[in-house]
């Protein structure tokens, strides 16, 4: 059984930064290309950052460019995404996902993890 767990939201202030954690288990994790959505109340859950199964081919959401870092470590099963320069339009529920090599959705989504900016 997939299972993906997210972790270190918070509350932070504009300008400020966070890194969240995706600890996967119940999968070959170095198979799986991960990825970063996020969604607020009422919308849509949008793409935010991804990278390939073996670290290489890191891609964002052009809002996030220049600011959010998406990173790997296959060894401890762990995905990250380094959040630097918040903005308030950044407050969203970040969920983490996987998607198997060669399939062309996202199978597996963690609960996610709250992170609201304040301006």
């Known amino acids: 059984q997939v299972q993906l767990v997210e972790s270190g939201g918070g509350l932070v202030q504009a300008g400020g930064s966070l890194r969240l954690s995706c600890a996967a288990s119940?999968?070959?994790?170095?198979?799986?290309?991960m990825g970063w959505f996020r969604q607020v109340p009422g919308k849509e859950r949008l793409f935010v950052a991804a990278?390939?199964?073996?670290?290489?081919?890191?891609r964002y959401t052009d809002s996030v460019k220049g600011r959010f870092t998406i990173s790997r470590d296959n060894a401890k099963s762990t995905l990250y995404l380094q959040m630097n320069n918040l903005k308030p339009e950044d407050t969203a529920v970040y969920y983490c996902a996987a998607k198997n090599i060669g399939a062309s959705i996202y199978s597996s989504w963690g609960q996610g993890t709250q992170v609201t900016v304040s301006s």
């Open positions: 119940g999968l070959t994790f170095s198979s799986y290309t």
């Open positions: 990278i390939s199964f073996n670290g290489g081919n890191p």
